[in-house]
């Protein structure tokens, strides 16, 4: 295969690792149109008046209530945004869809509830559905008649979803699919009427199944007791040779995963776009308790341990915003060039190719996101441990993200492994990239002019740590080459370098692009980036430095970290005055400064 050009390579999936962009190739919340921001205020308007209100009643699990929830939000066109509008929908782009999971997370069961109806409930039949299912199913979808969710996990079968045992074999006569096993944590299953089920054609070819409520047969099993999202309903399902018509075969026998596997690509995404609304509202409420609390006679907002968290957590949020929306923009670009006439093989296309983004936004958004409950718990002090108080539940309702939609450590390895394949079918050009990084270290040091001007040293340190990833990946290929799976610590902190390259990147281009329409109005955000770099290129260091001295030995590993300590090198900046500076932005405004800019 031909390598790609560089403008080719520009907006492939993974692609930031070995090119460079400038601050005009990437979206920034400051790019949202008006439509954009108008779905913003609107589906934040729905859930702080229909839905926050109800909270003590959701959960406590009234009865109906959810389901009644979820319909109102599609009465007001919230539920529709990924179904096209042929169907009913509202066709929204990559962008919109993300704005709306922001603004749909203030109350996480809700946002769970919804993500399950109306992403990975619904875009099985969106990409995969015949002309008849889509019609049968999706308007009533879009409007919430319908609720849906998605079936893949069993007792026995979660990571490892292909070890599914639930099977479906042909009637005698031939109309129906008989299924029969079981299903576990399923999200709006005590209330769904279409449940997209997983399941193998005579035990063993993995196909996907549109189930409807009243098949005999089909039972759902109580409510579990859940740590977190009580609001939210999480049922067993269970099929005693319960009749599924012919036609209602999801894609072709022996594809499920591949209806699977792009479905979470989907809803992964989004995770992490609900993980930053929610951090976002852990922040401002973290902001104005600190506020009002006194303690040695100041507000525990004058401290400066206080202002350290509320600045940290506001740039931990701007890294996850800048990547999550510049991904957004990079999808929509990428659907918005038709490049096949078959409009669902496109659609699927683009899913693949920024599979790696998608795990990015989920791990990255999911762990931001438990950072900053967990410190948000701790500004509260001993009220964040109370449940009369907010903090206790976001912090219950948090660990949920990093464990469904394929756990943190299973999309940890999902990035690396993409990132080979894409490389050795040469669609990435990892390897020249990294055979020319070993040319350039065979020649030594080179003088380096000291960088100069605003974020010049981060753009250093961007470029160094791009260096160090390939310096990493290309001493562990060498090292292991097809076993590297095996060695899955090594596997995950190639993973974590990847996820700061892209943040590292995403936040500098974003604050270059900001500086460059506001100048010294964008200072903060220039802070929040120069703070986030810094850190950064010190986690990176200590991820390769992991990486390595499991990888080599001896003089070996001498040369590669001595390589890595110039690599690693950076000027020193006043990360306290920065964070403190973030933390005055945030107590002004009692939110988090950078949003829509
Ligand atoms: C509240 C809730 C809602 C959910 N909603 C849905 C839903 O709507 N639909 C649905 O289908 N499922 C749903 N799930 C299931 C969820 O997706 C699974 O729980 C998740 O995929 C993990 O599977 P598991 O629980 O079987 O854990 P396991 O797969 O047993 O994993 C346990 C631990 O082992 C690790 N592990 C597993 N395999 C490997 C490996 N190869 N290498 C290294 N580490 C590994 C995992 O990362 C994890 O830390 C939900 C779960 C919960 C709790």
Redesign the pocket.
């Known amino acids: 295969m031909a390598t790609p050009t560089a403008s080719e390579s520009l907006n492939r999936g993974g692609a930031f690792l070995i090119t460079s962009s400038g601050p005009e190739d990437i979206f920034t919340p400051a790019d949202l149109s008006d439509d954009q921001r108008l779905i913003a205020q609107t589906a934040e308007e729905v859930v702080f008046k229909e839905v926050v209100p109800k909270i003590p009643e959701l959960e406590q699990h009234e009865k109906g209530l959810m389901a009644e929830m979820l319909r109102r939000a599609g009465a007001l066109g919230l539920l529709g945004g990924g179904i096209p509008e042929e169907y009913g929908g509202s066709g929204l782009d990559k962008v919109g869809a993300t704005v709306l999971a922001e603004k749909l997370a203030a109350y996480a069961s809700f946002a769970?509830s919804q993500g399950?109806h109306a992403g990975?409930g619904t875009v099985p039949i969106v990409y995969f559905g015949t002309e008849e299912q889509k019609r049968k199913y999706l308007p009533k979808i879009a409007t919430g008649e319908f609720l849906s969710?998605?079936?893949?996990?069993e007792p026995?079968?979660?990571?490892?979803?292909l070890a599914s045992r639930t099977r479906a074999v042909l009637s005698p006569d031939g109309k129906n699919w008989i299924l029969n096993g079981q299903?576990?944590?399923?999200?709006?299953?005590g209330f769904a009427d279409v449940y997209i089920v997983f399941a193998k054609v005579d035990g063993d070819s993995f196909s996907c199944f549109i189930v409807e409520r009243g098949t005999p047969g089909f039972s759902v099993g109580a409510e579990?007791k859940?740590m977190g999202?009580r609001g939210?309903s999480?049922v067993p399902l269970f099929f005693e040779n319960a009749p599924v018509p012919k036609e209602n075969l999801l894609h072709d026998i022996g594809r499920g995963h591949i209806v699977a596997f792009n479905t979470l690509n989907v809803g992964r995404f989004s995770l992490g776009a609900y993980c930053l609304g929610g951090a976002k509202q852990a922040l401002e409420v973290s902001s104005k308790y600190s506020k009002e609390r006194v303690a040695f006679g100041k507000s525990l907002s004058e401290f400066g341990l206080i202002k350290s968290k509320l600045g940290e957590m506001a740039i931990r949020i701007y890294a996850v915003e800048s990547m999550i929306y510049r991904s957004a923009g990079m999808i929509d670009a990428a659907v918005g060039t038709p490049t096949d006439a078959d409009k669902t093989r496109q659609a699927m296309q683009v899913l693949e190719e920024y599979a790696i983004e998608s795990s990015i936004s989920k791990v990255a958004g999911s762990e931001t996101l438990d950072m900053c409950v967990d410190e948000g718990v701790e500004i509260f002090g001993g009220y964040g441990f109370h449940e009369d108080y907010p903090m206790a539940r976001a912090y219950r309702d948090s660990r949920?993200n990093r464990?469904?939609?394929?756990?943190?450590?299973?999309n940890r390895?999902l990035i690396v492994q993409m990132l080979m394949k894409r490389a050795m079918a040469g669609v990435l050009p990892l390897i020249p990239a990294a055979m020319k990084l070993g040319e350039e270290v065979l020649a030594g040091p080179s003088f380096e002019e000291a960088a100069s001007g605003p974020l010049a040293e981060e753009g250093r340190s961007l470029t160094q740590a791009k260096k160090i990833f390939l310096l990493t990946a290309g001493t562990a290929v060498q090292a292991f080459r097809e076993k590297l799976a095996e060695h899955?610590e090594i596997v995950a902190a190639l993973a974590n370098i990847v996820m700061e390259v892209y943040a590292m990147e995403s936040s500098l281009l974003r604050a270059q692009k900001s500086s460059a329409v506001r100048g010294p109005a964008a200072a903060v955000m220039v802070d929040a980036a120069r703070a986030f770099i810094y850190d950064a290129l010190d986690r990176v260091e200590k991820e390769a430095r992991t990486a390595l001295a499991a990888t080599v030995e001896g003089d070996a590993l001498a040369t590669q970290l001595a390589v890595l300590r110039r690599f690693a090198k950076h000027a020193p900046i006043d990360a306290i005055a920065i964070r403190r500076r973030v933390a005055a932005a945030v107590l002004a405004i009692d939110r988090y400064p950078f949003e829509g800019r």
């Open positions: 769970v399950a990975i969710c998605y079936c893949l996990s026995q079968a979660g990571s490892d979803a299903k576990m944590w399923i999200t709006n299953g579990e859940k999202i939210s999480t949920i464990i469904f939609e394929g756990t943190n450590e299973i390895m899955q």
